[in-house]
Nanobody, 123 residues
Framework: QVHLVESGGGLVQAGGSLRLSCAAS????????MGWFRQAPGKEREFVAT????????YYEDSVKGRFTISRDNAKNTVYLQMNSLKPEDTAVYYC????????????????WGQGTQVTVSS
C-alpha cells in the first residue's frame, strides 16, 4: 500500500507556471506506475499524464502536450508535474495516483489516490 500527498498548487495568472509534487510513503514507490489527473467543478475526473515505473515512458492528454511535463525521482519517492503556459481551463483540483498495472489513462486502473491540490489560473 502507498500513501500519496500532493503539494504545490495555488493561484497563478494565465501564462504562468507551477510545479506540483506528490510524495509517496513506503519503500515500493518504484513498483508503481504514477499518474496525474484533474477534476474541475461539475466535471468528471480526467487524465492529465502518466509515467512508467522507470520514468522512461510518459504519456499526456492532448490539451497539455508541450506545456506539462511529468517526471519522477524514485530515490525521493516523488512524482512531479511541471505545468507551464497555464490557461484558465487548467483550473481544477489535481490528483496524483499510483497504479499496479501498466501506464494507462483510466482512473479505474489506479489503486491509490492523494487528497488533491487546487490549481487556479486567472485570466
Amino acid at each position: 500500500q502507498v500513501h500519496l500527498v500532493e503539494s504545490g498548487g495555488g493561484l497563478v495568472q494565465a501564462g504562468g507556471s507551477l510545479r506540483l509534487s506528490c510524495a509517496a510513503s513506503g519503500r515500493t514507490f518504484s513498483t508503481y506506475v504514477m499518474g496525474w489527473f484533474r477534476q474541475a467543478p461539475g466535471k468528471e475526473r480526467e487524465f492529465v499524464a502518466t509515467i512508467s515505473r522507470s520514468g522512461t515512458n510518459t504519456y499526456y492528454e492532448d490539451s497539455v502536450k508541450g506545456r506539462f511535463t511529468i517526471s519522477r525521482d524514485n530515490a525521493k519517492n516523488t512524482v512531479y508535474l511541471q505545468m507551464n503556459s497555464l490557461k484558465p481551463e487548467d483550473t481544477a483540483v489535481y490528483y496524483c495516483a499510483a497504479s499496479n498495472y501498466y501506464t494507462n489513462q483510466s482512473p479505474s486502473m489506479y489503486d491509490y489516490w492523494g487528497q488533491g491540490t487546487q490549481v487556479t489560473v486567472s485570466s
